[in-house]
């Protein structure tokens, strides 16, 4: 199942992401089997049909789908300089292509066994004072080797949990990245929260910066899960977020949720999905669980018993796209659902839908300039990765590179 994901989810993120790249995927579909119609009622899934034995044939262990490229694709021959010289030629030819930001902050106060992100689980505070200095030295010399303009046109806060951050700490990024860069009057400026470290202040905060966009990590509300995934989480805290960044003119907020994780039936998960929906978020991401304690050591606090198998996983992922199609919801990528009125299904319908590393945008494609540890860049027809251990950034960096 998760490498059958994966497959199609590389379709999704090679270019347009519009009719063209549907149309694909749809007659793959026909011609393997997988479905016998796309259109056979609103509440139907593509995946449904799925046969058992395709599942068992899929159902091994790989690089995550839900990031562009996979992790096992980067290689040390392509380096420091290699990615200065593309940042060079970035507008060659004088055709200004669109810009994009993304700022990774790695740091937690606690951990999420189910997390495959790159993150630092800390509470010393001092250690993100000590990381911004490091990111505005990476800045500068990621600026003075780009070609053209610096104009943004999406920018994203990701992580980690980028509220880790102090207020007069976030407050000094956003300065320090406007000083650098102008940014479009229509910017998406969308940062990863989780709901468990902001309060209605600190999202007004978020707001007054520029923020627009949020996405709230959720993951799952069954109690059983959440203990299962150190992850205590109740509903009326998400809901008071949600409502906080309504409140302070957020023009959209999204909710991440994942499937097969620990503890996780059908009958919970349907609990999970209608809490959701009771949240009405603008946009809804479905993430598949991977379980691979041998790569991530927090995982080793699971017990592999406890995490559904192939055709559980099946059930429960079909479960919710039938319910957020039942809800209203329009599929735009794998695992990614929008309101009929929301932007990216607009720009589906027109066309304009694109993934880039940075996620779905509206189009035109463009670059994205990614800064921090472990961050990656797009730039032109190349993909580059920062250092993905701390030490090993700050040393790059110690040496100017």
């Known amino acids: 199942m998760r490498a059958l994901l994966r497959g199609m989810a590389v379709i999704c993120a090679q270019g347009p992401a519009g ?43 790989g690089p995550c789908y839900t990031s562009y490229p996979a ?41 999420c066994y189910f997390c495959a992100c790159n993150k630092v689980i800390t509470r010393e505070h001092a250690r993100a004072r000590h990381y911004l200095r490091y990111l505005e030295r ?10 053209g303009s610096g104009c943004i046109t999406h920018m994203h806060w990701g992580g980690g949990t980028p509220a880790f951050l102090r207020r007069g700490e976030l407050r000094s990024l956003m300065r320090m990245l406007r000083n650098q860069f102008e940014f479009t009057p229509a910017a998406h400026l969308s940062i990863a929260v989780d709901p468990r470290t902001v309060d ?11 923020f627009n966009r949020m996405t709230l990590g959720v993951q799952d509300f069954d109690p059983a899960v959440q203990r299962a995934v150190n992850r205590d989480q109740p509903f009326e805290m998400t809901q008071a977020v949600m409502q906080a960044a309504r409140a302070a003119g957020f023009g959209s907020v999204s909710v991440e949720v994942m ?24 946009r809804i991401a479905l993430y598949g669980y991977v379980h691979q304690p041998a790569r991530f050591k927090l995982q080793r606090h699971i017990d592999p018993a406890d995490v559904p198998q192939a ?15 039942e809800a209203g919801y329009v599929t735009i990528g794998l695992g990614h659902f929008a309101k009929p009125a929301d932007e990216l299904a607009r720009a589906l319908r027109s066309g304009r839908l694109w993934r880039s590393v940075a996620g779905y945008s509206c189009g035109p494609d463009g670059d994205v300039l990614a800064i921090g540890v472990s961050a990656i860049s797009q730039i032109g027809p190349v993909y580059s990765q920062n250092a993905r251990s701390l030490d090993g950034y700050y040393g790059r960096l110690d040496q100017q590179q």
């Open 311 to 325: 055709g559980a996983m099946h059930a429960l992922f079909v479960l919710a796209v039938q319910r957020l199609a």
């Open 19 to 61: 009719q063209a790249g549907l149309t694909w995927i749809k007659q793959r579909q026909r011609r393997s089997g997988i479905v016998r119609s796309m259109h056979a009622s609103p509440s139907s899934s593509p995946f449904a049909a799925l046969s058992p034995a395709l599942i068992r044939q899929f159902d091994r262990p």
């Open 259 to 282: 499937y097969g994780l620990p503890k996780q039936t059908v009958e919970s998960f349907a609990r999970t999905i209608e809490r959701v929906l009771a949240l009405d978020p603008d």
């Open 200 to 210: 209605a202040e600190t999202v007004a905060l978020l707001a007054d910066l520029g």
């Open 71 to 111: 992790a096992d694709r980067f290689v040390e021959a392509f380096d420091a300089q290699a990615h200065s010289a593309w940042l060079a030629r970035r507008n060659i030819g004088g055709f200004a292509r669109p810009l994009s930001l993304y700022v990774h902050l790695p740091f937690c106060e606690s951990a």
């Open 138 to 147: 990476e800045l500068a010399l990621q600026l003075a080797h780009l070609d």
